[in-house]
Each structure stands twice: as C-alpha cells, then as structure tokens.
C-alpha cells in the first residue's frame, strides 16, 4: 500500500493550493480517505474526510468553508482544494485511508498513511 501526497508549497496568506495524494495497492473503493496535518511542536490533526462513496464528507471547523475534499475513483486520487490560506494553516499534510468504515477524525482509525507535503502560508 502506498500513498503520495503532493502539491505542497510556499504560499502568502489569502492564497490556494490543491494537495492531492495518489492511492496504490488498495482496493480504492473500500477506502475511506482523510487528510491530516501537524505543525512543529504541535499534535496530528484532521483536517478533511470523504467517505469510500464519496457522497459523505467531513471537515475540521478551523477549514469549513475554505477547504474542499474531493475523490477521483478512476484515478484511485484524493484532493483537498484550500483556499483563502492562513499562516495558522502552515503544517506538513498527510493523506490517510482507512478500510471499510467512515470517514472519521481520529487518527487510530486509519491504517495507512503518506508522507507529509509540506504548507507554508506567510502573511
């Protein structure tokens, strides 16, 4: 199982990025995915989920309303769209997937994760 994130950056505050994390090795559709970050000194926290139907999605209040989770089953590709970016957005994003069951917030619930792309948002 393999998951890549990617599309991180350095950005000023009020910009976007689209991360997007491709997915290799599942079964795509059995999978609940989720987005998570964590800036230094600070613990992991969720940020987006979509449920492996992808009519379900869940976000953390500090993104609703900036923050767009998405799902590409023939691509086997998941995407958060941010938007109107923060300095307290800076952090390194990590895509997660977790079989079977919904998107959830914890992070124990999921049992695979990527690498970490990296978010910087000056002001």
């Known amino acids: 199982v393999q998951l890549q994130a990617s599309g991180g950056g350095l950005v000023q505050a009020g910009s976007s990025l689209r991360l997007s994390c491709a997915a290799s090795g599942i079964t795509f559709s059995d999978y609940s995915m989720a987005w998570f970050r964590q800036a230094p000194g600070k613990e992991r926290e969720f940020v987006a989920g979509i449920h492996r139907s992808g009519d379900r999605t869940l976000y953390a209040d500090s993104v609703k309303g900036r923050f767009t989770v998405s799902k590409d089953k023939v691509k086997k590709m998941v995407y958060v769209q941010m938007n109107t970016l923060k300095p307290e957005d800076t952090a390194a994003y990590y895509c997660?997937?977790?079989?079977?069951?919904?998107?959830?917030?914890?992070?124990?619930?999921?049992?695979?994760w990527g690498q970490g792309t990296q978010v910087t948002v000056s002001s």
């Open positions: 997660a997937a977790r079989r079977i069951g919904l998107a959830s917030r914890s992070d124990s619930d999921y049992a695979y």
